[in-house]
């Protein structure tokens, strides 16, 4: 069931800062967020993922706010291999799948 | 191996036979995953592997498709009686334990019933 709202598509100029939003309202608190991308023609790629602390890794940034009720995932310089889909995913601990919902479409323009 | 190997990458079969999809996951990865993604959709969960644990079958669409993992590696999903609807992208994904650990997933066995 999707726990997660996220916009169908987006665009964002080379180089620039991709900001990615993600409604989760009902998170519970032992729910973690997970960011995955698909390229196309290719299998998810685990990007990062967070539980209350704002995480950062050499792929991206994930900003959570303060109640969980939303986070952002941040690429900090985009590039056309940024293109994607990009889904955030809401995981409760010992579950025994991820839920991937419909995601964002991110393209990235020269 | 380095990551997770699917085979074969695509395969195009008749309506009505049988496929075998193979998934070889990471070396010591205890957890493996099968998902299918129709064109255009999003991933749909199909079954579940954890050690020797009994599988979480609750995805699995209809009796038509089964899976196994043997020896705690390598998987096979079986589709019998293959219908159009069954074309897919199938992909098989491993962690190293049922978790927090982020999943890797193989490039996926692209399937076309003509």
């Known amino acids: 069931d999707a726990k997660t709202t996220q916009p169908t598509s987006m665009d964002c100029a080379e180089g620039r800062a991709a900001n990615l939003p993600c409604n989760h309202s009902?998170?519970?608190?032992?729910?973690?967020v997970y960011w995955y991308r698909q390229i196309h023609s290719q299998g998810p790629q685990y990007i990062i993922h967070g539980l209350k602390n704002n995480e950062t890794n050499e792929m991206a940034s994930l900003i959570i706010t303060e109640d969980r009720k939303s986070s952002t995932l941040i690429l900090p310089h985009a590039t056309l291999r940024d293109t994607a889909v990009y889904y955030c995913?809401?995981?409760?601990?010992?579950?025994?799948?991820?839920?991937f919902g419909t995601g964002t479409r991110l393209t990235v323009i020269p | 191996g380095a990551g997770v190997s699917q085979s074969p990458s695509n395969k195009v079969t008749e309506k009505g036979k049988d496929v075998e999809l193979r998934c070889d996951p990471i070396s010591g990865h205890t957890a493996l995953y099968w998902y299918r993604q129709s064109l255009g959709q999003g991933l749909e969960f199909l079954i579940y592997f954890q050690g020797n644990s009994a599988p979480d079958k609750s995805g699995l669409p209809s009796d038509r498709f089964s899976a196994e993992r043997t020896g705690g590696s390598v998987s096979t999903l079986t589709i019998q009686r293959t219908q159009q609807e069954d074309s897919a992208v199938y992909l098989c994904?491993?962690?190293?334990?049922?978790?927090?650990?982020?999943?890797?997933f193989g490039s996926g066995t692209r399937l076309t019933v003509v």
């Open positions: 009902t998170i519970s608190g032992n729910e973690y």
């Open positions: 994904a491993s962690s190293l334990t049922k978790g927090t650990h982020g999943y890797t």
């Open positions: 995913i809401v995981y409760q601990t010992g579950a025994n799948n991820l839920f």
